[in-house]
């Protein structure tokens, strides 16, 4: 876990993303949703937003689109599968995710009461 270095925003991410995961329920581990964004931030390098909530946007899209196939492991052990975890779970995720979108799409400014 020390191993991996967030950026600023990042670390601001990480705490609006675990807030969001606290105040909804979000059936996601904390070390599973640093390891998302950092795989945000990497897949979108050189489109990387300058906007804080664009940067959330990004996140969330990431995770949404890539929560039921993709096969994460622990940085310190590889044996230690962080994606493991029911379909019903994972579905949730990316169910609220699609909300956040949805809701972002229609109404911009709803975005305040999700972070």
Known sequence: MKSIKLTKIQQKLLIA??????????PISSHLLK??????????????PRDFTKKILMTITYIEEN???????????????????????????????????DDYNYQPNSIL???
């Open 17 to 26: 993303l675990k807030n969001w995961k606290k105040e909804y329920s979000i």
């Open 35 to 48: 390891i998302l964004l950092i795989d945000a931030f990497e897949f979108n390098k050189g489109n990387v």
């Open 67 to 101: 929560i039921m196939h993709r096969r994460i492991t622990s940085i310190e052990n590889t044996n230690n599968v962080l994606t493991d975890f029911g379909e019903s779970d994972k579905l949730y995720i990316k169910k609220e995710c699609k909300n956040i979108l």
């Open 113 to 115: 009461k999700y972070f």
